[in-house]
């Protein structure tokens, strides 16, 4: 089943727990229009389809100290197949690498990092992302303010 053979009702429930995903079952079956025991099966095969991979807190990363974004272009000295996969593998191992985006591009990876300040970030661009297979050069861009983050 994909995206497009979901049914209004799985999108209402795909939707809602988008928004809290700490919803009961018993409401999250009011909020669709449904009893607890079909709401149940649908999320069970929501959940085993990979339509829901996961349920996560959203932390406040400033608080935690991690306050400090940078987003990092990436070109590789080499594109091929063997190549993008050892720099995937690689970039999958770095605990500051937020998010990893592979781009059409004069650019090949369009990374997000997350480090408590600028000093902590120069140490993980020099001694990780510049580091990891087959990585030409870097071009970062600080961000000063998050206006949205969902």
Do not use: W
Not at 19 to 38: D, F, M
Not at 60 to 82: K, N, P
Not at 121 to 138: C, D, N
Request: overall charge positive; some cysteine.
């Amino acid at each position: 089943m994909s995206a497009g053979q979901l049914d209004r009702i799985d999108r209402n429930i795909v939707d809602a727990l988008s928004r809290n995903a700490r919803l009961s079952l018993s409401a999250l079956a009011q909020e669709v229009g449904l009893s607890k025991t079909p709401v149940q099966a649908r999320l069970r095969r929501l959940e085993e389809q990979g339509y829901i991979r996961g349920y996560a807190a959203l932390v406040d990363r400033e608080r935690m100290g991690e306050g400090h974004i940078a987003f990092v272009q990436v070109t590789l000295s080499d594109t091929r197949s063997s190549a993008l996969e050892a720099f995937n593998k690689a970039a999958l191992a770095v605990p500051e690498i937020e998010q990893c985006h592979m781009i059409a591009a004069s650019f090949d990876y369009l990374l997000k990092i997350r480090t408590r300040d600028i000093k902590a970030y120069r140490r993980v661009l020099g001694e990780r992302i510049s580091a990891l297979p087959h990585v030409s050069h870097t071009s970062t861009f600080v961000a000063m303010e998050t206006v949205k983050d969902r």
